[in-house]
């Protein structure tokens, strides 16, 4: 079965976030994507980005709200 690959503006819109995100998230993670424009970005690659990222402020989070606690 063929993987999904998005738009970087329907990543964006999926995720929230700046279509500028998307491309940095994308560069920064070695997303792989179509080579035609407009570029196509897995679905796949940028789930992982996102869950991993979600994960990490979600931690960070928790260990601040643990310092600030008497």
């Given amino acids: 079965m063929p993987q999904p690959y998005l ?3 329907d990543l964006a819109k ?3 976030v700046h279509p500028r995100t998307v491309r ?3 560069a920064e993670d070695r ?7 407009p570029v196509q970005y897995s679905l796949a690659d940028a789930q992982r980005s996102y869950e991993a990222r979600h994960t990490m402020r979600i931690e960070r989070h928790l260990v601040e709200s643990y310092r600030m606690e008497p």
């Fill in 24 to 26: 940095r998230w994308a």
């Fill in 31 to 37: 997303w792989r994507r179509t080579g035609t424009r």
């Fill in 7 to 9: 738009a970087m503006a």
């Fill in 14 to 16: 999926l995720y929230r």
